[in-house]
């Protein structure tokens, strides 16, 4: 239909309609909304942004400007039913929306909290949950209804650009601490999107890519966190990725998004798509059918494909009908429908006080030769240009427009520490000129890079620099810096390993500090992992400190000084090399999706137009620890200032929930938290499984010297079950199952058994892979 006879379609239906009655949306007659809609309006309901938003304002990505400038989309208002906007915004690590409005002197600066893999590093369900309250009440106070996060995908492989964005490589830790985020957003009565469902593993070519998993794999581990926040959170609503799975787009795969989200796991929320318009290659009928319930941010020409695939019979009526329900409920429970008057003045005060506490205990030490704390620090030279603009969040569309950012100077400042004038003053007028440089050659292309604090290239530090710097310092502190982001994968070289620069710097001042007895800091100031083996012996202390958000350059004062005793624990694999991960084979190295390179010949690139997880089941420690391959640092591994002592597990059976229950001891000498992690070693039965698996952990609160604290981890029996494909069903094996208590993966303290019967429950016969792969297996 052409869009001037649609528009006089829906005019005419719009003047008969309101000869009758109107009813007014409320919580109570969406069954009399739904029959009092046109088709027309039915369609528009699914389709975000509208004839007025989305072509021309771009609503997209951050530039949507009609209800909360920079908030990322909207829903489309019928004002004749009562229904109102909706208005969405990203996510995950703050509300990102513009700092500045146009004739408007007042900030709207939203607090940077620290990126996924920080917050996730802290093992604190609680702390995260009250993340969540903060960023749920900043949503709510910024006027916007729905906040687009947590994201729930898996760290497949170190080079994903949106790790950071992600909690983990284990689907236990990322559906609980998707859980907390969840519960804390939405209690402030706004609402998540839970992103992106599903095996959004890598950035390149993201929105085409077919990520072939087997459905085995993508049960126990990609599905797995989703499915865990799904049952235990209910999101509002869920963000359909935009590669395939299995040979369909995830936006518009029934499997996914209604046999598996909603009939094995009865989700009840919404389902919208990443941020795409019109697919050439898929029917906006398909997605609809398939129950993805609102396209974002959609595109006009949707609206009428709608209403003409109903017309012709490609759609059923009823379906529509069933989404627009849907779309009803979840716009009754908004903010903007009950009416609530925001106050664009959320108190950034408290949350700064969140933010710090957070990303403090999300920070992992790595290392520590008898260096840290350092209590008596004086004057530290400060090397690397990360010290100088350190990083609080990552690039894309999970960056938040923050009013400020502590470096490493300021946190140093803020305990009475100086750092040497020389230095700092060189690094200060480097960092300057590199932001007007990269202001003054600002690519257009790279717009998700644009958005966010970018990374400088690091200078060169002589020996002479460093002779220089040496006598004037208690002590050196090298920050090493990462940036990644939205639609672009990591490389090995220059971002996983060192630059030559970087490895310069730190065995010069390594020489030239140990030769007078002095110590050298690393401090890593990155979103996801990188290469530590080769140089880490060459230096005292290391902290990982992520992009820790605005608060980061105190939170690792905290640490240095001792203020705070480090409780961070890695979520995953330190690898020593990149390519010992198996994934890494079946990752896409060295494409530029703005540049093209090494894209061309679409339809047949390997890692670009498809890419076979032929690691299957053996994603991060699952692989190192079941085949022996070493790895710098393990899943799980961090160190403290004090020493813990843990007993030996208690386990009991209720129902079908397994009680875990263990006594922490802190028995060295400073307050200090500790983190029980529950491996679950299954019997010898008819599935091959890792060595081991994480199923549960708990944290501590602060203990004193001495003190001890029990606790009570819950595991559900059916978490233990494997995936039988062949009998589309969760299967435990019975037999006896030890419950290992570790403080990594590699490191077991205590154990104890219990004796399982068999447990069976049926799903949906879903996702079946579209060719045969060689998935990796033992022996
Ligand atoms: C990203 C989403 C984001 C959306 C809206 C997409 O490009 O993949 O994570 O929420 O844009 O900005």
Request: hydrophobic letters at 35%; proline letters at 4%; charged letters at 25%.
């Amino acid at each position: 239909m052409k869009k001037r006879t649609l528009m006089t379609g829906i005019a005419i239906a719009m003047t008969a309609a309101s000869m009758t009655a109107q009813p007014k949306l409320t919580a109570d007659n969406i069954d009399e909304i739904v029959k009092a809609m046109t088709l027309e309006e039915k369609a528009q309901l699914l389709v975000g942004g509208g004839n007025d938003g989305f072509v021309g304002s771009g609503a997209m990505l951050g530039h949507q400007k009609k209800f909360v400038p920079g908030a990322a989309g909207y829903t489309v208002a019928i004002p004749r039913l009562g229904i109102p906007s909706t208005v969405q915004c990203d996510g995950p690590a703050g509300v990102h929306i513009d700092a500045h409005r146009e004739g408007d002197s007042k900030n709207y600066f939203a607090t940077g909290f620290p990126i996924g893999t920080c917050l996730a590093s802290t093992w604190n369900t609680d702390l995260v949950e009250q993340v969540g309250q903060a960023i749920g009440n900043e949503t709510r106070e910024y006027g916007c209804d729905v906040i687009l996060g947590p994201g729930l995908n898996l760290h497949r492989n170190p080079l994903c650009g949106r790790n950071f964005e992600y909690y983990s490589e284990d689907p236990i830790v990322t559906g609980l601490i998707g859980t907390a985020f969840v519960k804390g957003v939405q209690s402030q009565g706004v609402g998540v999107s839970a992103k992106h469902y599903v095996a959004n593993s890598q950035e390149t070519d993201r929105t085409r890519v077919d990520e072939r998993v087997s459905p085995r794999a993508l049960r126990e581990l990609y599905l797995k966190g989703f499915e865990m926040v799904v049952r235990r959170s209910n999101p509002w609503t869920i963000m359909s990725a935009y590669n395939k799975v299995n040979g369909h787009y995830a936006q518009g795969s029934k499997d996914l998004l209604t046999k598996v989200l909603r009939e094995d796991w009865g989700y009840k929320g919404i389902v919208e798509t990443d941020w795409i318009g019109k697919r050439k290659d898929l029917p906006v009928e398909t997605e609809v059918a398939a129950g993805n319930d609102l396209m974002m941010p959609g595109f006009p020409a949707q609206v009428e494909d709608i209403v003409a695939a109903v017309k012709a019979g490609r759609l059923n009526v009823t379906d529509v009908d069933r989404n627009v329900r849907r779309m009803l409920e979840y716009i009754v429970k908004t903010p903007r429908f009950k009416g609530y008057k925001f106050s664009s003045e959320p108190d950034l005060k408290a949350h700064a006080a969140i933010t710090r506490q957070s990303s403090t205990e999300g920070m992992v030490l790595l290392k520590n030769d008898n260096t840290l704390p350092i209590r008596s620090l004086k004057t530290v030279a400060l090397f690397g240009v990360s010290s100088y603009n350190f990083m609080s969040g990552g690039l894309g569309s999970g960056c938040v427009n923050v009013g400020y950012s502590v470096d490493m100077v300021t946190g140093l400042k803020n305990i009475g520490v100086n750092t040497t004038p020389q230095l700092t003053e060189i690094y200060q007028s480097y960092v300057k000129y590199a932001k007007a440089k990269l202001e003054a050659d600002k690519n257009p292309m790279m717009w998700f890079l644009n958005q966010g604090q970018p990374k400088y290239d690091e200078i060169e530090i002589t020996e002479r620099c460093v002779a220089h710097e040496e006598p004037l310092a208690d002590a050196a502190i090298i920050t090493i810096g990462r940036q990644a982001g939205e639609g672009m994968d990591r490389n090995i070289n220059g971002e996983f390993n060192l630059t030559k620069d970087e490895q310069d710097m730190i065995f010069r001042v390594s020489d030239a500090f140990h030769a007078k007895n002095k110590k050298v800091i690393v401090i890593i100031n990155s979103g996801s992992v990188m290469e530590t083996a080769s140089w880490r012996d060459r230096v005292d202390a290391i902290l990982v400190a992520w992009q820790p958000g605005i608060e980061g350059g105190n939170s690792v004062a905290d640490i240095l000084t001792g203020k705070v005793n480090p409780s961070g624990r890695l979520t995953m694999t330190w690898p020593i090399a990149a390519t010992d991960h198996p994934s890494t084979a079946n990752f896409p190295q060295d494409y530029d999706m703005y540049t093209y390179k090494n894209m061309e010949g679409s339809g047949h690139v390997k890692n670009v137009d498809y890419t076979n997880h032929e690691e299957d089941i053996y994603v991060g420690y699952r692989y190192f620890d079941t085949f022996n391959k070493r790895v710098a640092y393990p899943f799980g591994f961090g160190l403290s200032y004090t020493t813990f002592e843990l007993t030996k597990p208690v386990v009991k059976l209720n129902g079908n929930t397994i009680n875990v229950s263990i006594n922490v001891k802190n028995t060295g000498d400073v307050a200090g938290k500790q983190v029980a992690q529950v491996y679950v070693k299954a019997p010898k039965g008819n599935y091959e499984k890792p060595t081991r698996e994480l199923k549960a952990f708990g944290k501590t609160k602060e203990l004193k010297p001495g003190e001890s604290q029990t606790l009570t981890m819950q595991i559900d029996k059916r978490d233990l079950a494997s995936y039988d494909e062949a009998g589309c069903q969760w299967k435990v094996d019975a037999g006896v199952y030890t419950f290992q208590i570790g403080t990594d993966v590699e490191t077991i303290k205590a154990s104890a058994t219990l004796k399982l019967t068999e447990y069976t429950e049926k799903t949906t016969d879903a996702l079946p892979l579209q060719q045969p792969m060689n998935l990796l297996k033992q022996q």
